[in-house]
């Protein structure tokens, strides 16, 4: 005899037939709304450019309390790799499958049905919940989050604690869980030459021979040790191209992009300050006849120091798993960069991550109820 799916597993599962590529919410917002409204939640639909976005708040007091996530997915590339339709959710070996199922629509279900949970027993429970959801992390990260913020700063709403439902977790659930990031700057890098044919260097300028030397020694920096709690920050080229396609011509341009990852002991104009004079050292100076460099700061640094929602996240996968977990500040960017600067502790918290953005996404459907278990039990221990 089948087991019936539990409140999370179907939620999620509704979840992720819903077609969501970034920037497209499908419908997934509605349905998250339709939940809340049910449970007292004032709900505030916030749309900036071609970017939905959810807001949705039960109390008026503090301290809020803020679950915040996505609800865009990534393309799920080649259809004919899935062993079923991406957004046809299927469960198989206890596994439920689907684009999105672990980032993020699972950490998403789980909580919705923690809130359902956590009001049936605490109803009057002191400060506030809400709900910050948008459709816009997979993409530019321009309208989403970072915009719901603005508006909420600018008529003086402020969140105290977000739990943002990312994968953190490695090996299990709750082994991780994320109490800072790197920050991520990336440099758009043009060097340009003058076109010719191969056999006659002497009428040409070769941008790739001119930018050479510089990228290596761009890459081969040490930019610091790290510290504590951030490792080293990193850079890596991520596309180079020049040439016409032809074997015999020397390109006009050269056009290269590289990203870093940055800890607390660096800021953005440091790094650009030192990749601008090593440039300028191999004869390469930004805005010069040669050379031209563009910036996009996609987030700053920010660490969550020992504090109540870090406890509370302790605590609650300790009760809910058995496991005790570690913070860690690893892995790539999240919108929990654009609560951080309001002065919000922040904690990321969701499934195993090891299948995310891949064919054949999954998440364990017990590992989702216990995430909403975890997730009520650090409304329990915050709000009461």
């Not at 684009?99 to 009057?124: C, N, Q, W, Y």
């Not at 969140?159 to 994968?167: H, K, R």
């Not at 504090?307 to 496991?323: K, P, Q």
């Not at 600067?341 to 459907?365: D, R, S, W, Y």
Request: aromatic content about 6%; hydrophobic content about 40%; proline content about 6%.
């Amino acid at each position: 005899m089948t087991r019936p799916l539990s409140a999370t597993v179907e939620l999620a599962r509704e979840l992720i037939a819903r077609p969501s590529v970034t920037p497209e919410d499908a419908g997934c917002q509605q349905l998250m709304a339709e939940h809340l409204e049910q449970l007292g939640f004032e709900i505030e639909h916030m749309r900036f450019g071609e970017v939905d976005n959810l807001w949705a708040r039960r109390g008026d007091e503090g301290p809020l309390f803020c679950f915040a996530g996505h609800t865009d997915v990534v393309p799920p590339g080649p259809r004919d790799l899935w062993d079923t339709d991406p957004f046809e959710p299927s469960i198989r070996g206890g596994l439920l499958y689907g684009r999105g199922a672990s980032d993020m629509k699972g950490s998403l279900a789980a909580m919705i049905t923690a809130t359902e949970g956590f009001l049936d027993v605490h109803p009057k429970h002191k400060g506030s919940i809400a709900f910050l959801i948008t459709s816009d992390e997979e993409g530019p990260s321009v309208d989403g989050t970072r915009k719901v913020v603005e508006a909420l700063e600018a008529r003086g709403e402020t969140i105290d604690y977000a739990l943002v439902g990312e994968p953190s977790s490695t090996e299990r659930l709750g082994d991780i869980v994320k109490h800072g990031r790197r920050g991520s700057l990336t440099g758009k890098l043009r060097v340009q030459g003058k076109q010719g044919h191969v056999a006659y260097p002497q009428l040409a300028d070769n941008p790739i021979h001119r930018a050479a030397t510089a990228i290596a020694a761009i890459a081969a920096e040490t930019w610091d040790e790290g510290n504590e709690h951030f490792p080293p920050t990193s850079l890596q080229f991520s596309n180079i191209n020049a040439g016409t396609g032809a074997d015999n011509v020397i390109p006009v341009a050269l056009d290269a992009v590289f990203n870093l990852r940055f800890s607390t002991e660096q800021t953005p104009e440091a790094i650009q300050e030192r990749i601008q004079a090593i440039l300028t050292e191999h004869g390469l100076e930004p805005g010069g006849q040669y050379c031209q460099l563009d910036w996009r700061v996609s987030g700053l640094p920010f660490l969550t120091a020992q504090g109540e929602l870090l406890d509370a996240g302790r605590a609650a996968i300790e009760a809910v798993t058995g496991i005790q977990t570690e913070p860690s500040t690893a892995g790539g960017t999240s919108d929990g960069r654009f609560i951080a600067p309001t002065g919000a502790q922040i904690m990321e918290l969701g499934p195993v991550n090891a299948t995310i953005h891949k064919v054949n996404e999954c998440v364990g459907v017990r590992e989702l109820d216990q995430l909403a278990a975890i997730y009520a039990e650090v409304l329990r221990r915050l709000l009461t």
